[in-house]
């Protein structure tokens, strides 16, 4: 059988890390939603996309982000420089 989480999930601050930006209860919305659901929901998580074409995913980046990877990369680059 298949493991329906996402490879990253393991290492996705966004699920392991208790203190992450948001209340618990979104965290466990967005690990049902994507994390934990398959492939194909894994294809529509930006975290998983970001990290799989960057090789790392900025904390900013949430899964339902609408920033584009282009947009994402000039706003780490931003906050890279302050």
Known sequence: MEDPNC??????R???LQDFKFQ???RKK???IYCSTGEANWN???RY????????CPDF?????TLSLNEIIEKFD???LT
Not at 61 to 65: E, S
């Open 78 to 80: 931003e906050e890279s």
């Open 61 to 65: 980046v949430l899964p339902d982000t």
């Open 49 to 56: 996309l970001t990290k799989k074409t960057l090789g790392f």
């Open 30 to 32: 967005y690990i049902e």
């Open 14 to 16: 966004l699920v392991n």
């Open 7 to 12: 490879p990253n999930y393991n290492s996705c």
């Open 24 to 26: 618990d209860t979104t």
């Open 44 to 46: 529509s998580c930006k």
